[in-house]
């Protein structure tokens, strides 16, 4: 048994802030961000959107390409480092939304990697028997934590969510088959959100400070990005006996493009092959992997038993890579 992906969503808030309305904010410029990030603009949630609601417009998208109703789904598992509420989860949050009162729910937390982490999980639930299916989501809201002040980051995050919907398959040459997850806490200082949890609550002092902002040491996080990426994708192609040159086509995390440019060029994979979407949404995180998959679903880029390749890295650090046969 294997999960299969049977219904892709994507969903980006209405507002778009673009490199121009930067130059407004801080000290940069077009030229600037686009030659280091890729990125032209990003989404901004509203301020009455929080992280669920735009899970749920992405999820409701993913179910009715599947042809699921919402009330059918058995499992939902939410990757986002910006929920609605300390507690209780986003992904019990989006189960009432949906109107559903079968799935159990929760979310994972491993920052821009989440829902690759959410993804695994989902797919252990299904392989195992345990669920017929299950609703994947990564989310976040990383302008609520973005200090616009910071022109090293503030030029990166934008708001997204994006759905995958897993099935069981007994199809041999379909669906998930590799997946593996690193971690490495000894880099917990090189991308953060320093305030806002118990070992640094909140306070009129540490919000002056903006500790409740992301803090990120950019050419070290590059530096580990590649190398954790490439290595991450040699590891599944060869537990599939794959080489790169099998790879139909690469879904990653659009985090900055020199960083998916020097790993696909570390993999010796085409950059054609890589569905790219940074320059519009800048980083989204959790919701970056999903998201483009969608999109390269929709238009029209998969045919059964093409092999993908997906990754993704975040904040921890924490990483992984997959292998999905279309």
Known sequence: MRSLVVGTGSYAPAKVLTNADLEKLVDTNDQWIRERTGIRERHIAAPEEASSDLAFHAATRALAMAGLDPADVEMIVVGTVTPDYPFPSTAVVLQGRLGNKKAFAFDVSAACAGSMYALSVADRFITSGACKNALVIGVDTLTRITNWKDRNTCILFGDGAGAMVLKGTGEANRGLSTIRLHADGSLVSMLLQPGGGSREPL????????????????????????????????????AEGLKPADVTYVIAHQANKRILDATLQRLGIPAEKC??????????????????????NRAGWFKPGDVILMMAIGGGMAWGGAVLRW
């Not at 950019?218 to 190398?227: L, N, Q």
């Not at 569905?275 to 390269?296: C, F, H, I, Q, R």
Request: aromatic share 8%; charged share 20%.
């Open 275 to 296: 569905w790219m979407n940074l320059e519009k949404y800048g980083n989204t995180s959790s919701a970056s992997v999903p998201t483009t998959l969608d999109e390269a």
């Open 203 to 238: 306070t009129a002092e540490t919000m002056a400070a903006g500790r409740q902002y992301v803090y990120m040491k950019g050419t070290e996080v590059y530096k580990v990005a590649v190398r954790a990426l490439a290595e991450v994708c040699h590891e599944v192609l060869e």
